[in-house]
């Protein structure tokens, strides 16, 4: 009996950490029952209904798929080419050119409102979720779940995860319903909830904020994160450029800043050889990683785009979307 009991014991215990180290991704911390349990209540110190927590977490499940795209980011696996190839095909510039004209008067409404043009509105629909038609299949919840266990980042997806909870709680949308990408972002403007907290609008004044459904709500929050995070609505986002002979490559750093007139002294021309614009923006030197020496020089804006989302290769894509489609 003694030894039976024994292997029972034993049978708990190795059950216990197969279930905390569920695939390689994730770090051999407290049991997931245990750890969920302690979310579940923090939850409720935040003002979290328990009907909600319910819904929330009901089948609520670790998927090993997420910590995996985590470790495998575009920048790491793909050149600067090969994104912006895959990013901007000549299908996605001519679907934005008619979806601008075709939505004129809601983007011109919103543009006007909060000093974005809406060609960059556009752009970013569609590089963000192809204008709404790839918003993501996973459970937000589960998505924020599995990556606040996860010991990568997990202080903060937790703190993604709690806000997702806040964001059911309001009811904008039912927890079935709250899809999104492998890592929580939502809707047609991909926000993560803190973003979507922060940020998001209820334009239509339905009393809903709908990220997910309503182009009203997509348009004029993906315009109110810009607008906040210092958008210049009578400036581009940048160029391409082309630099002379000898040219000082410790230029080309993101931190360094000039007016276009030290540029122009410094040599530095337009693709086609001409002059910079007499307009004294000031700006900066991008390299992309991965590319092939191709340099860009870059304005407020960029910088914008890149609170938005810290990547080199987006930014790019969604400056370089926003020129293509111009006034649609």
Known sequence: ????????????????????????????????????????AEALTKGISQPIIDAAFVDVKLIERIVALDRKQPETTQTFQQYMEKRLPKVLVDKGKALLRENREILTEVGNKYGVQPRFIVALWGVETSYGRFTGGFSVIDALTTLAYDDRRAAYFRKELFLALQILEERHIAAADMKGSWAGAMGQSQFMPSSFVNFAVDHDGDGKT????????????AANYLAKSGWQGDQAWGREVILPSAFDLSLIDLKIAKPMRDWQALGVRR????????RQLTGSLVQPKGGNGQTYLVYTNYRTILKWNRSTYFAMSVGQLADLIGDG
């Open 271 to 278: 693709m086609n050889g001409t002059d910079l614009p007499t």
């Open 1 to 40: 009996m003694a030894k039976k009991f024994a292997r029972l014991a034993f049978c708990i215990l190795l059950g216990s950490l197969l279930t905390a180290i569920a695939s390689p991704g994730f770090a051999a911390k407290e049991n997931f029952d245990v750890w969920l349990a302690n979310v579940k």
């Open 210 to 221: 709908d990220i997910w459904q309503t182009k009203a709500d997509v348009f004029a929050s």
